[in-house]
């Protein structure tokens, strides 16, 4: 599998960018405040939860760099 791929929740309230097999960075709104969070997997549950983002289409749809980067740039302009 080529990284980064990028994913979001159907809800639109939070988006993925998967660099690797066990890293990912996510945005998500909480409330109206968006928040960016870098994550490496380190124990079970997370790597599940990477695997699940990429492989399950009922977890999450997929997004684009795009997208991602156009929420990220609207955080740090902030």
Do not use: W
Request: aromatic share 12%; with cysteine.
């Amino acid at each position: 599998m080529e990284y980064p791929q990028y994913r979001k929740y159907s809800n639109n309230k939070h988006f993925f960018k998967i660099t690797s097999a066990s890293e990912f960075e996510e945005l998500s709104f909480i409330g109206t405040q968006l928040v960016h969070h870098i994550f490496v997997a380190k124990i079970l549950p997370d790597r599940n939860l990477i695997q699940d983002l990429l492989h399950d289409s009922q977890c999450a749809e997929l997004s684009s760099s795009e997208e991602f980067e156009r929420l990220l740039k609207q955080l740090k302009n902030k």
